[in-house]
């Protein structure tokens, strides 16, 4: 388990390591992995835990200018508050100008993701022909939990009903809340995000990812680790990957068995469709 921090130790170890990730590190994971393609994307916390040195237009285009000198390796997509007054421009920037994937949001900033101000971001997103990666789950303070409940996605599936959405984390502790939204919004997605450290000492990850794929199909669950937090308290790309492929022992012996297709497919099938690679 990631160990408790007061909120200064949050602000001062965690949240940087967001800010400044050298792609270079994350090369030599993927490498190390055999992860072909990764996606990048800028955290918009601004408003909640104050601005980052760089201003998030700026921060978006040096994500895409990376995107771009990796091509082969990287997908940028937006990260910015909705809240903002120049959220739709910056989007639109991302997406056209800079040609970037899709937009990520973290509404542990203070935002549901079905507030009004959302919707124009989801309606150039759809315009795009791009996803949209939406935090779910819980955050340590002063994130706010509340706002990134899963059940607040399935307005937004509803009224964007050709919007790829995936919901990051599998909604962590609320898992069987983003397990209900899905099951009945063939449009949103789950990704594996930050879940490593669940797999070391009991088979409840497992359990929740068996769950998933027999109630909303092993073909709408993503790979994600949530690289740079996840080798410093977590696990390393390698590890996390092999965790996948090969389960613990216990996992087996509690009788929790995946086949090497639904494996493959959520190690990277899905995400090349979903992103139409």
Not at 80 to 102: H, I, T, Y
Not at 153 to 167: C, E, G, Q, S, T
Request: negative net charge; hydrophobic residues 40%.
């Amino acid at each position: 388990m990631i160990p408790s921090m007061s909120e200064e130790e949050v602000l001062e170890t965690v949240m940087p390591s967001f800010w400044h990730a050298p792609p270079e590190e994350l090369l030599a994971e993927m490498d190390g992995a055999g992860i072909e393609k990764a996606i990048i994307l800028p955290l918009d916390w601004g408003l909640r835990l104050g601005e980052p040195k760089i201003p998030i237009e700026e921060l978006n285009r040096l994500f895409a200018e990376i995107a771009k000198n990796y091509s082969d390796r990287f997908i940028a997509f937006v990260g910015v508050d909705p809240r903002r007054k120049n959220a739709a421009e910056v989007l639109e920037r991302g997406l056209g100008e800079w040609g970037m994937g899709g937009l990520k949001l973290h509404p542990t900033s203070g935002f549901f993701p079905n507030d009004p101000a959302c919707y124009p971001l989801y309606r150039k997103c759809e315009e795009y022909g791009v996803p949209v990666l939406i935090h779910t789950g819980t955050e340590p303070p002063p994130l706010l939990s509340r706002f990134a409940r899963p059940v607040y996605v399935d307005d937004v599936a509803a009224d964007f009903p050709d919007l790829k959405i995936i919901m990051a984390h599998l909604g962590f502790g609320w898992w069987e809340e983003a397990m209900s939204v899905a099951m009945m919004k063939p449009n949103v997605y789950l990704d594996t995000a930050a879940w490593g450290n669940y797999c070391e000492s009991s088979t409840y990850f497992y359990k929740a990812l068996r769950t998933i794929c027999d109630m909303v199909g092993s073909d709408r669950v993503l790979f994600g680790s949530d690289w740079p937090m996840t080798p410093k308290p977590l696990l390393s790309e390698t590890q996390w990957v092999d965790k996948l492929r090969n389960p613990p022992p216990q996992v087996e012996a509690a009788g929790i068995r995946f086949t090497s297709e639904e494996i493959e497919a959520i190690l990277g099938k899905n995400a090349a469709r979903v992103l139409e690679l």
